[in-house]
């Protein structure tokens, strides 16, 4: 899993896994029924691996031997345990065989697994700075915008269009019906609750069914908070120093831009309110401080951020103005 407030789960996706098996030994019968394999993860990234995974309730594992072939290569012979198996790019199909000796008897089992490219992208309807160069992030009370990103090859290296795939989308488990579909490469799901993750998942089908594949994530919410910044009449909005606590006006006016983040944007822009010495003064994301008669005095300057009902934004700013810019060999 990909987690940290958006985390990817897989990073792409294969396959369906084609097993087949048969006994060479003695005892005749299928031998998938006397052992199994599991793959993990479900969906592996092209150019990453899978890992093999064997159980059995017939056979005593721990006394057996095992023997993994990829494309006709030996890459493991040993005692039982989890195999590590190489894979291909997009499209390319991996040929597995598996033998399993147990009391002088070779079990053979067949699987092949083809990666596909699938990536699950998050885009979270909040707020951020215009040109902000990070990501926004998760709201409260909010939606995200998840999108999957495939690219889907046959063992040819042919891709199929993403807008003839069928997707399936599922959230905590839950399969969304009314977004999965052919086409369907997105879907609004929303906010988990504070201090809870969402699970997002999705599996992709190409028109004939023989190739197929996913990828999940998972959403974590962020508390909403709001940054004050100066706009400096040359430099424009400094982004490179956020303000806080006091702020000390040097000239006769400052203007303050209020940057809010992680408040939802579904229905809009959130709305900012500034207060001076706890009357409300204007609203917006700017506001201009012209300091007014002689002497050296202070303010206080708070602000809330809201998107309607949902959990609002505030902080506070002390002012200080009048004061003698300090002189040194640097003019600091």
Do not use: H
């Not at 147990?102 to 979270?124: C, H, K, M, R, W």
């Amino acid at each position: 899993m990909r987690s940290v407030l958006l985390t990817s789960l897989a990073f792409a996706l294969v396959l369906p896994i084609a097993v087949s098996a048969q006994s060479l030994g003695n005892l005749p019968g299928d031998a998938s029924s006397l052992f199994t394999i599991s793959v993990s993860p479900q969906y592996p990234a092209p150019g990453s691996q899978a890992t093999l995974s064997f159980l059995s309730s017939s056979l005593d594992l721990t006394s057996s031997m095992l023997k993994v072939s990829v494309n006709g290569s030996n890459i493991y012979q040993g005692s039982v345990r989890p195999v590590a198996v190489p894979l291909g790019k997009a499209g390319s199909v991996t040929k597995i065989i598996v033998m399993l000796s147990s009391g002088g008897t070779n079990y053979f089992q067949t699987l092949s697994i083809q990666p596909q490219d699938v990536v699950l992208i998050a885009e979270p309807l909040s707020s951020a700075p215009v040109l902000y160069p990070g990501k926004p992030l998760v709201p409260l009370e909010g939606d995200v915008r998840i999108v999957a990103i495939a690219n889907v090859r046959n063992a040819s290296g042919k891709a199929v269009s993403p807008s003839a795939l069928s997707y399936s989308w599922t959230v905590d488990g839950v399969q969304i019906a009314n977004s999965s579909g052919i086409g369907k490469s997105a879907v609004i799901v929303a906010s988990p609750l504070q201090y809870r993750a969402r699970d997002v998942s999705v599996s992709v089908m190409s028109p004939d069914g023989n190739l197929v594949g996913g990828d999940s994530l998972s959403l974590s919410p962020q508390e909403p908070s709001i940054r004050l910044y100066e706009n400096d009449p040359l430099l424009g909005i400094r982004f490179d120093r956020a303000l806080s606590d006091t702020y000390t006006i040097d000239g006769t006016e400052a203007t303050l831009y209020a940057a809010p983040f992680s408040l939802p944007t579904t229905n809009g822009l959130p709305f900012i309110q500034w207060f001076l010495n706890g009357s409300a003064a204007q609203t917006g994301n700017l506001i201009t401080l012209r300091p007014s008669g002689s002497g050296q005095g202070s303010a206080s300057l708070s602000l809330t951020a809201s998107a309607g009902g949902n959990t609002p934004a505030a902080t506070n700013l002390s002012l200080i103005f009048g004061a003698t810019r300090s002189s040194n060999f640097f003019g600091l």
